[in-house]
């Protein structure tokens, strides 16, 4: 199973990512997924999720309104667009997978997932 996380880089606040996390080795259309971020010295926490078949959403206060997750069940690709960056965003941004037999909506809780990737860095400068 791997998960690769592309897309992260220095922005400025105000400005726009788009983050990709492509999935190979299990049946991407069974599991849910999620973006959570990790900041120097602070705990990783969740961002968005997505459940597997793409239809139902799930945000952090603090990036609702600002953020998309969406996913390509056929290019095996989970997306989070983030647009109106903050300094506060900058982190290293993983996304992970889980069983959606498991359970029926995606988990806010790191401990709900099976598969994580790597991270990609996301800095925000002001």
């Known amino acids: 199973v791997q998960l690769q996380a592309s897309g992260g880089g220095l922005v400025q606040a105000g400005g726009s990512l788009r983050l990709s996390c492509a999935a190979s080795?299990?049946?991407?259309?069974?599991?849910?997924m999620g973006w959570f971020r990790q900041a120097p010295g602070k705990e990783r926490e969740f961002v968005a999720a997505?459940?597997?078949?793409?239809?139902?959403?799930y945000y952090s206060d603090s990036v609702r309104g600002r953020f998309t997750i969406s996913r390509d069940n056929a290019k095996n690709t989970v997306y989070l667009q983030m647009n109106s960056l903050k300094p506060e965003d900058t982190a290293v941004y993983y996304c992970?997978?889980?069983?959606?037999?498991?359970?029926?909506?995606?988990?806010?809780?790191?401990?709900?997932?099976?598969?994580w990737g790597q991270g990609t860095l996301v800095t925000v400068s002001s």
């Open positions: 080795g299990y049946t991407f259309s069974t599991y849910h």
């Open positions: 992970a997978a889980a069983r959606a037999a498991r359970a029926v909506v995606p988990g806010r809780s790191r401990h709900e997932y099976d598969y």
């Open positions: 997505i459940n597997w078949g793409g239809w139902s959403t």
